[in-house]
Each structure stands twice: as structure tokens, then as C-alpha cells.
């Protein structure tokens, strides 16, 4: 059937013969690879329509419910669909779609014989086969990606039905093959959708020998799985009823009469229904113990709902709500259902470590089922390979279970192609297997099979830590040579061989380590106990000689030892050693601390030759005359600085946005001309001119702010000062997140937008939604949108959005051209992984400043992204790229802090955040000055604090009758 359908879907071939081939051989042998693709096309399409039409009135219709006239008409559409003419016409865009597909599947598979575990590279790799129409391929490809990785519900669900489609069904070697496929698939995730289908599946094979066994087994085991689950395992349920009430048999009554009375003992979603369908289908009334058991239930199902309505709001991955539901379980110690819940969560948070840490713990202390545990801390390693944590564990699980040795060996193996990101990981994967490795030796014995092994591996891990690790990481991850100091502990301790722990401590030594006296301290431990005592004075000696972090406590113990167990003459050769080296260390050190004191008295006359040309080009400003075309507005007629005789009127500090004229009492606003702007002023003669620029700043509007509007205000900077009418311009923008009730620029006192303002809401959620408009470009400036806060009550308020701590999953690149934008870079990184957020920095105008963040969505593409990346060209630049883990910011210097113990606290009014600059006013009025007393040490003596101390403190109103005196 199979065969005939193949030839009436390929007959429309002969047409390509009938050309005339006045080509080369070369394009005759294209035409003919094309035509035999189309032929292997046609072919796969027909065995599945006739497996349909083979299959379909057998068991499809007894098993979903498909009448056979159904069948026939679905069939019959898709072999008219297939054999349709113009599918297998050879048009040009045909032929370059599949040219296309050929060479990104070569790309694909090259790629893959140079990094297998690249996830997306083999989902790309599948899809393309599958529209190439090869199946053979395809289901090669598909088995060499589940060996690597666990496959989603989505993928097992379309490799199910491409398999059990093609195949004829009819054959039992098939239907085995499907059915291992299907014990693969349930071994993943816990997937609901799989082990329906698998029941439905194995239904198709009642007929056959011990089919209905395999279809109750196959239905137990979902319920085993799948049965608790509160949302999704009522349609396991009520498949298995229908299966048993289908089959006519004596005991079908009594299987179905306990399935409902399991099925109502557990807390499930639409009990009721359940209940109801019981009542009505049994002839009998229900037992009492049934209906307690289902009241039971419901109080139950009455404790999960608030679980599972909360998993139901969230969105995905809904790791915190997984986590809550698994802290309740804990707490109820249900074994299946706590396995349930955690299986739950890992299909949605597979690639979270601490998860899959937390559930192999809980199997490892509680549980301790062998094939449960083994199989997931095998799931584990597959979801997270990166983790080193998990492969620990692995092979401690094995080990504690008694797995055959050479199984171990191999996940060693896999472990150590995992691809770590830190060099420290290997070293803890090779110190993991060595103690396993050492637990199987019997040192009782001087030599065995297992000891050499042992010395072998430790072997093995000196060069794999050189050679591997060193080149890839620039580092050796082992700095102290635990791994090494372990070997030297089991040759001394457990092997009585001395002379090789002495080779390998000679060996430590010399990879940097003999400065440090606590690795001298530790050699001499060795020896005392298990070497002699000559060995142990060498040792002392050598230390003496070479540490530099800690010589004396070296010495000591070399002193301590010859008072003990010593001749004279070897107390003298110690005494002389010791001061000897302690001396040339005394000398070391005071050369140190005087190149030290040096240094920093070079940068104490920097300094101080910075304040001094700073203070000749203040008293240069000083003594300069101001120009004669210059209006005063502070006094009468044009005088010079320092002028005799000049009425000075007493200053004010010119307060933002609120200056009061000088008669008028504190508060009173002026007159304002549109736009908030104030009036304008018409020029006149010179002798006018104070008038004028005094009511210049009289007429500038005051910006109020109500500190308890902060909740539906934000603060909008970063803005263009040249923007002409900002509230025009950002209303339409913040009238998107709702309404406003009021937009305040703040203006300079001679009118000029300042480049910020308030925007005020009439609702807090606006406020909350404007928050969005963040780094949103206005006039081609970035703009920032932040809360409203006062920053001098809550010191601590930060308003950057992004993380400061280390992130695995996103990366920090340097070194970018300025002219690459967001889209070129974001098709540069697609190549490795999944980007979930890509964010170039620019500086405050909005322009690029050569660095990125990119966010992938797993650790392990990131992981990728780094060792293909790092190094890479991009538009002549060389980018660096590394794990994003920005430094420590320093935290403000609080008042607190810089209070000294022998000096008085400087205020921080006086001084700002960062000292007294050279442009800071003062806000105390002349009148009030005092000099200080550098200068009235020239002139007369030096007053004591204590007369500065008792110097009389004025009042606000004795400020306020100063500022108004004319």
C-alpha cells in the first residue's frame, strides 16, 4: 500500500528528463541530487498517509473516538493535498529554499563536531532535517541531542508522533521501538501530556499478545507520576476509567469501582464532578468510607488552592511560588507529593542549580532509593552541566550506592568535559574523585591495583590542572596545591612513604609557595609525625631562609625545637640564623617604611603647591577690576572691587527660583509673565539698569514642592537645556502613563531651563508606570525618570535599576566600536544563545561609550558566549567579554565616619561631599566673617578655641535683621 501510494505521488517525475540537458555534467549531477531528495520527500509523505489509512479505522477510532468515515475523509484531503501537481513543480525559489536549507545544515552539523553542546545548534539542526523530509537523519540528530540534553515536552511530543506515524504499527519490532522512545521520554520531565499519550498509544497494541497488561502497567505507572497532580492528573484518571469501563469482561465492575474510590481519596481539581459521575454511574449507593475519604480530600484540596492559584496568576518561570508550595509540602512530609511538587518545578526552573541541589539532598538524607536518586542526580548534571556542585554530589551518590567503578570513572569523564567557568571547579572535581579513589584503597596492603590507580589519577590531575586549566584561564585554580599537599598526606601517612611526600613538598615549593611560612609550618608537621628530626631541622632551616610574610613565628618554632631537642651547637647555629635573618628583615622593612614616608610626602607637597596656585589664582580674581560696561545689582554706580568708601549693602545668597525683593516680606511671590517665564524687561539707560536686573530677579516664579506628594511625583533630569517650552514637550509623554496634574521646570534666575523639572500625577500607579519612561530619548538626549525622594532622609536610596552583583547568565563587553548599534551587536550574540536583554551604556548626551551588558537566558549560553566571543573583531576593535561582575561601589562617607579621635568633626555643610572646592560659596554674610587664624597669627596673636568656643550663638531673627539691614 505503502509502495503504491509512494508511486502515484512520484509520477509527475519524468519532467525533468524530457529537458534537454545542455548543461555541464556537473549541473546534470545537481538536477539529479534534487530530484532524489524530492523522491525521498514524496516517499516519507506517503508511508505516513498510509499508516493513517492502515491504522486508522483499527484503533485511533476505538481509542479517540475518530469514526471510521472521519478517517477515510481526513485521509482522503491529505492524499489529494499531497498529490497535488504544483507541490513538485520545480520553480526557482523551490530549488534555492532547499540550497538554502542544504548549506545551513552542513553550517550546523560543523558546528556541532566542534561544540556538541551547543542547545540551539541542535534544535535548528532538527527542524531543518525534518523539512527536508529526512527521517533517518532526523531521528539520528534527535538521539544524539537527548544524549546530551533533556528534551522539553514540546520536543518529545513531536518526536512521538513523527515515529509512531511513520512506522506501519503493525509490526511488534515497531511497536517496541515506540515504546522505548516512550520510557525515554517520561524519564526527562514530569510531562502529563507524554504519559497520555503513551497510554493511548499502547492501547493500539491490545490486540497483541499481553497488550492489556502493558495498557494497565503503562496507567499505573502515570498515575504513580502523574496521579497527585491537582491540575493536570484528573485526565489520567479519567482515561484509565474509560479504558477499563471499554473492555467487556466479569471484572471490569469492580476495577472501575476502584478507580473512582482512588481517584476520590485524592485532592484533585473538579472533584466534585468526579463525585457526581460516581453516584450516577453506580448502581449502588457509595460506601461511608468512600465518602469520607472524599470529604478528606477536599479539605485538603481547600489547603493547596491558595498553591496553585498563586502558580496560576504568576508567570513563568514562578520559581518563588514553586518555592513556597515546596516549603508547605516539607512541612505536611508526604514523600510522593513532595517528589511531585519538586518534579513540577524543575520542568519550569531546569536550569536553576540550587533546585536541583535541594531535591537531590532531600532523595540523598530521606528517600535513599537507588534508582530514584541516581536518576536525578543524572537528570541534574544534564539540565545544569556547568555546576560543579551537582557532579560532586553525583559521584558521592554513586559512590554511596554502590555503583560498578567503571561507571564512575565514565561520569568523571563527562565531568570533566562539562566546561566549567572557573578554574576553581576542576580542582573540585578532581579533589572529589580522588577521595573516592583513595576510599577504595587498602592501605593495609603495600601495594595494590587500586594504589596505583590512585597514584595514576593523582598524576593525571597535576598535568589536566598545567596543561588544561592553566591555558584556558590563565591561572591554575590551585594556587596552594591542595591537590598536591593531598598527595604528600597519603604517601607519608597511609603509604609510609616519605621520600616521595618529600619530592612533592620539594615540588610546592617551588611553584611560588616558599615565602609563606604557614606552608613550611605544615611541611614540618608532616615531618615531625611521620618523617625524623633532621628532616624536620632542614625544613625550619629552609624557612628561615625563605619566608617573607611571617619570619619570626618561623624562627620561633626553629628556637623552640633546638631548646627541646637540640645540642648546644645547634642551638648556636639557630640563634645566629634567626637574627641574622631577622635583622636583613628589620632593614627590609624600615627601607620600605622610609620609601613609604617619601612617597607620601611627595603627595603632600603636590598638594600643597595645588592649594597654593589655587590661592594665587583666587587673590588674582580678587584684585581684577570689573569692566565698565558691566551692570551692578548690588550697589549704586560702576565702582571697583575693594573701593573706598563704596557702600556695600549686605549680600544675599540668590536662592533658586525664590528670590523676594528687599523690602518685601519673606514668601511674597512676583509677578510672572507667560509660559512661567518671567516678564520681560526693557533695556534702558545705564543708570537703570540696577533697578532692572533687581527686578529681573523679583519676577522669577518660585517652584514649590510638597514633600508629601513624593508618592505621585517623579523626578525627571538629564534633560536639553535648550529645550524651549519643557512642559509642552514632556506633557504628551507622561500623559501616556496617566493623569497629570502638574509639570514644574525649574528655571536659573536668569530664566534658563536648568534641565530638570517635577511631574506630579493625580494617581500613585501613574507615577509608577512613568517610572518606565527611564533613559527615554527626548530631543536626543537620554532622559531619567526616577522617584521623588528626599535623598537627605533616606541616605541610602539608590535609583540604579540594575544588579551590582555577580550574574552568570549575563556578560560585560569592552572595547566596542562608538558606531556599533543595538541591532549588529544583538545578531552577533544570537549566534550563541538566546538574548533576553541587550543594553549598550552611553553617558548622560546619549552617546555610546564602547561597553554593553548582554542577558542570556541560561548560564550555560553565556558560559558559551564568553569562550566564543572574548578576542572577536568587530568593525576593527578587539572586544573583551567576561562574566558581568561590577566592582564594589564605596558607600558614602557618613558624618560619623569622618569624625576623628583628636579632631572635631567637619561639618558637612561646610565642605560638601568631596571637600571644599574653589567654586563653593559661602552662606555666611561678610559682616559675620571671622579670620582665621593663619591670618590673624600674622597680625596679633592667635586666640585660644576656648575664647572661639564662648563666642555668642545668634538666633534666625538676629540672621533675618542682618540680611534686611540697609
Same mark, same amino acid.
Given at each position: ?734 500623559? +501616556?502613563? $496617566?493623569? &497629570?496634574?502638574?509639570? #514644574?521646570? @525649574?528655571?536659573?534666575?536668569? %530664566?534658563?531651563?536648568? !534641565?530638570?523639572? /517635577? =511631574? ?70 544570537? +549566534?550563541? $544563545?538566546? &538574548?533576553?536583554?541587550? #543594553?549598550? @551604556?552611553?553617558?548622560?548626551? %546619549?552617546?555610546?561609550? !564602547?561597553?554593553? /551588558? =548582554? ?112
Amino acid at each position: 500500500m505503502a509502495t503504491a501510494a509512494a508511486t502515484s505521488v512520484s509520477e509527475p517525475e519524468p519532467e525533468p528528463e524530457a529537458e534537454p540537458q545542455a548543461g555541464p555534467q556537473a549541473e546534470g549531477e545537481k538536477d539529479e541530487a534534487k530530484a532524489a531528495r524530492t523522491r525521498r520527500k514524496a516517499l516519507s509523505r506517503a508511508v505516513a498517509a498510509a499508516t493513517y489509512k492502515s491504522i486508522g479505522p483499527q484503533w485511533i477510532q476505538r481509542v479517540r473516538g475518530v469514526s471510521e468515515s472521519d478517517g477515510e475523509e481526513e485521509y482522503a484531503m491529505a492524499s489529494s493535498a499531497e498529490s497535488s501537481p504544483g507541490e513538485y513543480e520545480w520553480e526557482s525559489d523551490d530549488e534555492e529554499e532547499e540550497d538554502k536549507n542544504q548549506l545551513e545544515i552542513e553550517r550546523l552539523e560543523e558546528q556541532l563536531s566542534i561544540n556538541v553542546y551547543d542547545y540551539n545548534c541542535h534544535v535548528e539542526l532538527i527542524r531543518l532535517l525534518r523539512l527536508e523530509g529526512e527521517l533517518s537523519k532526523v531521528r539520528a540528530a534527535r538521539q544524539k541531542m537527548s544524549e546530551l540534553f533533556p528534551l522539553t515536552e514540546e520536543l518529545w511530543m513531536e518526536w512521538l508522533r513523527d515515529d509512531t506515524a511513520a512506522d506501519t504499527a503493525a509490526d511488534a519490532l515497531d511497536r517496541e521501538r515506540a515504546y522505548e522512545l516512550f520510557e525515554k521520554a517520561v524519564q526527562d520531565y514530569i510531562c502529563p501530556k507524554i504519559w497520555l499519550e503513551y497510554g493511548q498509544y499502547s492501547m493500539g497494541g491490545i490486540g497483541q499478545q499481553g497488550g492489556l497488561e502493558k495498557v494497565r502497567s503503562v496507567f499505573e505507572r502515570a498515575l504513580s507520576s502523574v496521579g497527585l497532580h491537582v491540575t493536570k492528573g484528573l485526565a489520567i484518571w479519567e482515561a484509565y476509567r474509560e479504558f477499563e469501563s471499554a473492555i467487556v469482561e466479569a471484572a471490569r465492575l469492580e476495577k472501575v469501582h476502584s478507580l473512582f474510590r482512588r481517584q476520590l481519596a485524592i485532592p484533585l481539581y473538579d472533584m466534585e464532578a468526579t463525585f457526581a459521575e460516581y453516584e450516577e454511574w453506580s448502581e449502588d449507593p457509595i460506601p461511608e468510607s468512600v465518602i469520607q475519604s472524599y470529604n478528606k480530600a477536599l479539605q485538603q484540596l481547600e489547603r493547596y488552592k491558595p498553591y496553585e492559584e498563586a502558580l496560576l496568576q504568576a508567570e513563568a518561570p514562578r520559581l518563588a511560588e514553586y518555592q513556597a508550595y515546596i516549603d508547605f509540602e516539607m512541612k505536611l512530609g508526604d514523600p510522593a507529593r513532595i517528589q511531585l511538587i519538586f518534579e513540577r518545578a524543575l520542568v519550569e526552573n531546569c536550569l536553576v542549580p540550587d533546585l536541583w541541589i535541594r531535591y537531590s539532598q532531600y532523595l540523598d538524607r530521606q528517600l535513599k532509593v537507588k534508582d530514584l536518586v541516581l536518576s536525578v542526580h543524572s537528570r541534574a548534571v544534564r539540565n545544569c552541566p556547568w555546576t560543579v556542585a551537582l557532579w560532586r554530589r553525583y559521584l558521592l551518590a554513586m559512590e554511596r550506592h554502590d555503583v560498578d567503578h567503571r561507571e564512575i570513572a565514565e561520569t568523571f569523564e563527562k565531568a570533566l568535559n562539562a566546561g566549567f567557568i572557573q578554574a576553581t571547579d576542576y580542582v573540585e572535581i578532581w579533589q572529589a574523585y580522588l577521595d573516592y579513589l583513595r576510599r577504595r584503597v587498602d592501605f593495609k596492603q603495600d601495594s595494590s591495583k587500586e594504589l596505583e590507580e590512585l597514584r595514576a589519577a593523582f598524576a593525571r590531575a597535576l598535568e589536566y590542572l598545567q596543561q588544561e586549566v592553566e591555558e584556558r584561564f590563565s591561572e591554575s585554580g590551585d594556587p596552594s596545591c591542595m591537590i598536591m599537599q593531598n598527595w604528600a598526606r597519603i604517601e607519608a601517612r597511609l603509604c609510609n612513604n616519605m621520600q616521595k611526600a618529600r619530592e612533592l613538598w620539594d615540588s610546592i615549593m617551588t611553584k611560588g609557595n616558599a615565602k609563606y611560612a604557614n606552608m613550611w609550618l605544615e611541611y614540618y608537621n608532616l615531618e615531625r609525625a611521620h618523617g625524623d628530626t633532621q628532616h624536620c631541622r632542614k625544613a625550619l632551616h629552609r624557612a628561615v631562609q625563605c619566608t617573607s610574610d611571617y619570619p619570626e613565628h618561623v624562627c620561633e618554632v626553629l628556637l623552640a625545637m633546638e631548646r627541646t631537642e637540640g645540642t648546644l651547637e645547634d642551638w648556636d647555629i639557630a640563634v645566629q640564623k634567626t637574627e641574622t635573618r631577622l635583622a636583613r628583615v628589620n632593614e627590609q622593612r624600615m627601607k620600605a617604611a622610609e620609601k613609604e614616608a617619601a612617597l607620601v610626602q611627595q603627595e603632600e607637597e603636590k598638594a600643597e603647591q595645588r592649594k597654593r596656585v589655587r590661592a594665587e589664582k583666587k587673590a588674582l580674581k580678587k584684585k581684577k577690576p570689573r569692566g565698565a560696561d558691566a551692570p551692578r545689582a548690588d550697589g549704586e554706580g560702576e565702582k571697583e572691587w575693594g573701593q573706598d568708601g563704596a557702600e556695600q549693602p549686605p549680600k544675599r545668597r540668590r536662592l533658586e527660583n525664590s528670590v523676594s525683593p528687599a523690602g518685601a516680606p519673606w514668601g511674597q511671590e512676583a509677578d510672572t509673565g507667560p509660559a512661567g517665564l518671567p516678564a520681560p524687561v526693557d533695556a534702558g539707560p545705564p543708570a537703570k539698569q540696577k533697578e532692572k536686573a533687581v527686578s529681573l530677579k523679583r519676577d522669577l516664579p518660585k517652584v514649590p514642592h510638597d514633600s508629601s506628594k513624593d508618592g505621585v511625583t517623579v523626578f525627571v533630569s538629564n534633560l536639553p537645556y535648550g529645550m524651549a517650552e519643557p512642559e509642552a514637550t514632556l506633557r504628551p509623554l507622561f500623559e +501616556a502613563c $496617566g493623569e &497629570v496634574v502638574q509639570i #514644574r521646570p @525649574v528655571f536659573s534666575n536668569r %530664566g534658563d531651563f536648568r !534641565g530638570y523639572c /517635577y =511631574v506630579e500625577f493625580q494617581e500613585e500607579k501613574s507615577a509608577l508606570q512613568a517610572l518606565a519612561l527611564d533613559r527615554r530619548s527626548v530631543e536626543g538626549r537620554p532622559m531619567f525618570v526616577s522617584p521623588c525622594v528626599d535623598k537627605s532622609k533616606n541616605p541610602d536610596f539608590k535609583v540604579f535599576r540594575y544588579s551590582t552583583a555577580l550574574e552568570k547568565h549575563k556578560l560585560f563587553i569592552s572595547g566596542l566600536p562608538f558606531s556599533c548599534t543595538r541591532e549588529e551587536l544583538e545578531d552577533i550574540c544570537k +549566534a550563541h $544563545g538566546t &538574548v533576553k536583554d541587550l #543594553r549598550l @551604556v552611553t553617558n548622560r548626551a %546619549g552617546k555610546p561609550k !564602547g561597553l554593553a /551588558y =548582554v542577558e542570556y537566558e541560561n548560564e550555560s549560553q553565556a558560559s558559551q558566549a564568553v569562550m566564543k566571543m572574548d578576542g572577536m573583531t568587530v568593525k576593527g576593535n578587539v572586544i573583551k567579554v567576561a562574566i558581568s561582575n561590577p566592582p564594589q561601589r564605596k558607600a558614602p562617607e557618613r558624618p560619623e565616619a569622618r569624625k576623628g579621635p583628636a579632631s572635631p568633626m567637619v561639618p558637612r555643610q561646610m565642605y560638601g561631599a568631596r571637600g571644599k572646592g574653589r567654586t563653593q560659596l559661602s552662606l555666611l554674610p561678610r559682616a559675620l566673617h571671622r579670620p582665621s587664624a593663619a591670618a590673624q597669627a600674622e597680625n596679633g596673636p592667635t586666640p585660644s578655641p576656648a575664647a572661639a568656643a564662648e563666642a555668642p550663638k545668634m538666633s534666625n531673627a538676629d540672621f533675618a535683621k542682618l540680611l534686611l539691614r540697609k
